[in-house]
T-cell receptor, first 112, second 114 residues
Framework: AQSVTQLDSHVSVSEGTPVLLRCNYS??????LFWYVQHPNKGLQLLLK??????LVKGINGFEAEFKKSETSFHLTKPSAHMSDAAEYFC??????????FGSGTKLNVKP | DTEVTQTPKHLVMGMTNKKSLKCEQH?????MYWYKQKAKKPPELMFV???????INESVPSRFSPECPNSSLLNLHLHALQPEDSALYLC?????????????FGSGTRLTVV
């Protein structure tokens, strides 16, 4: 069975402090993994993806994620939050051909 | 061009109306998708087209009718919708149905059924 669990529905950080958004997955296959960001009333933008190459993946806007197979995790991090990072973040697992499983989302709030 | 363009951005329609949503991409992607997103929820897959042929229909009611006239264009025809169909409708495309490439999403059409 395939599933994605985003461990926090809401995360609040202060501007300039680190961001950690947690994602655990369950997959019978070696999956591709993605993080998408959605700003209010907008579509989804791809932040980064893991497709069985380097386990530390760098994305846009200073985000990165580390694939840990032993922990079945793919947590998203950023060293220093910016106000413009406030948005909804979705972790997505794709175990095989054209199947995408979305996590329930984490809303990131950035305080000035 | 690295975008998926959706029109209109907003649509209000009555339950007896017929309307269409349009999605266009010029990235040479051969797989295109319709997703439905309710407030505070993740997107839910509705349809997948691969090389202009419908490959996945996630048991969507027949009041939603997709169409892929060519490799750049995807339509979603709407007829006799219900208020609970109000949602953000997202179009996406990918190079092929091999999901390793990831999707490019449009900014969506906000649909309100009255």
């Amino acid at each position: 069975a395939q599933s994605v669990t985003q461990l926090d529905s809401h995360v609040s950080v202060s501007e300039g402090t680190p961001v950690l958004l947690r994602c655990n997955y369950s997959s019978s296959y070696s999956p591709s993994l993605f993080w998408y960001v959605q700003h209010p009333n907008k579509g989804l933008q791809l932040l980064l993806k893991y497709t069985s190459a380097a386990t530390l993946v760098k994305g846009i806007n200073g985000f990165e994620a580390e694939f840990k197979k032993s922990e079945t995790s793919f947590h998203l991090t950023k060293p220093s939050a910016h106000m413009s990072d406030a948005a909804e973040y979705f972790c997505v697992v794709s175990p095989y051909f054209n199947k995408f499983y979305f996590g329930s989302g984490t809303k990131l709030n950035v305080k000035p | 061009d690295t975008e998926v363009t959706q029109t209109p951005k907003h649509l209000v329609m009555g339950m007896t109306n017929k309307k269409s949503l349009k999605c266009e991409q010029h990235m040479g992607h051969r797989a295109m998708y319709w997703y439905k997103q309710k407030a505070k929820k993740p997107p839910e897959l509705m349809f997948v087209y691969s090389y202009e042929k419908l490959s996945i229909n996630e048991s969507v009611p027949s009041r939603f009718s997709p169409e892929c006239p060519n490799s750049s264009l995807l339509n979603l025809h709407l007829h006799a919708l219900q208020p609970e169909d109000s949602a953000l409708y997202l179009c996406a495309s990918s190079r092929t149905q091999d999901s390793g490439y990831g999707y490019t999403f449009g900014s969506g059409t906000r649909l309100t059924v009255v």
